[in-house]
């Protein structure tokens, strides 16, 4: 990960994430979206981090992973499942598999 | 720019107490950012500059992580098509921001989910300007607050494998989208698109498989927007 890479990412990332705020800003009630683009924004968004959700909590490069990372993922995921605030969803997660580890658990 | 005291009393304790309980989850958010991103590898100052120059916690995730995985151009598409939904949400908040320039320059930055749901929940235009204001500050300055708190983190855990840090990802990510898919079409979509990235990982290049998963909007179906589910996903 090369600082220019960096740089360059956050900075367009940043520049067009402000663009898009701005322009509807300034679009304001004078136009409308079609119901079903204002319907698959932030669809779009469940898309993108449930994929990415997946794929970490599932693969390392590629291959599958040890059985301890799915486990304390899914551990948090009935933690959030059943509304545990935030810090204990993520800090739930990290415990079960850190303790699968230490009992040897790939 | 913005008198907090006039802020607090136009809105009322009650939804300035939710707002505040909003900000320090968001705080929490933050600093499993800081964590996460420092054990990834990322250096400091570039996780503090997401922070501050992004400011949109859900594409933070996701640059970094395609980043880290030596994709900075599916980290830009990722995340510009992930801040895609703030056009609308933008539209809807615009009479917020209207008035002076420096304002709506200001304001605009500040347009993360929580600021739009907490502003068009509220009665009248005097109480949406004060919601709007009250959370984009507070969630400004805990999210950085947090970042920076979750780098000391981060460094002081070194490998991401150890603690659990590389399991408490996926499920943070998991909890930003919960809200969204307790709701039908939503859960259809984020699984879809989960069993597609999944799949496609094992022979698309590192960054591809997760925006291969926006093939799940096909499934999205034609039900109505409901404003009700305006909310989150970082």
């Known amino acids: 990960m090369s600082a220019t890479s960096l740089v360059v990412v956050i900075a367009v990332l940043g520049v067009g994430t402000y663009s898009l705020r701005f322009i509807g800003v300034l679009i304001g009630d004078k136009m409308r979206l079609s119901p079903l683009v204002a319907r698959l924004l932030p669809l779009g968004a469940v898309a993108l981090l449930a994929g990415l959700a997946a794929t970490a909590a599932l693969l390392d490069a590629g291959h599958f992973t040890g059985a301890a990372r799915p486990a304390g993922v899914l551990a948090g995921v009935v933690a959030a499942w059943l509304k545990f605030p935030f810090i204990a969803v993520v800090v739930i997660a990290a415990a079960i598999s850190a303790a699968l580890r230490l009992a040897g658990v790939p | ?234």
């Open chain 2, 1 to 234: 720019m913005v008198n907090m005291s006039t802020v607090w009393r136009t809105l009322g304790w009650r939804v300035a107490r939710d707002i505040t309980a909003v900000g320090v989850a968001v705080g929490f958010v933050g600093l499993s950012f800081g964590a996460i991103a420092v054990a990834t590898g990322v250096p400091p100052w570039a996780v503090v500059g997401f922070s501050v120059v992004v400011f949109a916690g859900g594409s933070q995730f996701l640059a970094v992580a395609l980043v880290a995985a030596g994709n900075p151009v599916a980290a830009i598409l990722g995340g510009l098509l992930l801040n895609a939904r703030h056009l609308p949400y933008a539209m809807a908040v615009a009479d917020v921001l209207s008035g002076s320039w420096r304002r709506r320059l200001f304001g605009t930055h500040l347009m993360v989910d929580e600021a739009v749901a907490f502003a068009l929940a509220q009665p009248d235009p005097p109480r949406r300007r004060a919601a709007y204001w009250l959370t984009g500050v507070l969630l400004f300055a805990l999210w950085q607050v947090g970042t920076v708190a979750g780098i000391f983190i981060g460094s002081a855990v070194g490998d991401p494998a150890r603690y659990g840090l590389d399991a408490a990802f996926p499920a943070a990510l998991v909890a930003l989208l919960l809200p969204r898919v307790r709701e039908r079409a939503g859960l259809r979509v984020g699984l879809i698109a989960a069993v597609v990235a999944v799949a496609s990982s094992f022979f698309a290049p590192p960054g591809l498989p997760v925006l291969l998963g926006l093939v799940a909007l096909l499934a999205a179906g034609r039900s109505t927007v409901d404003k009700s589910t305006l909310v989150v996903a970082g």
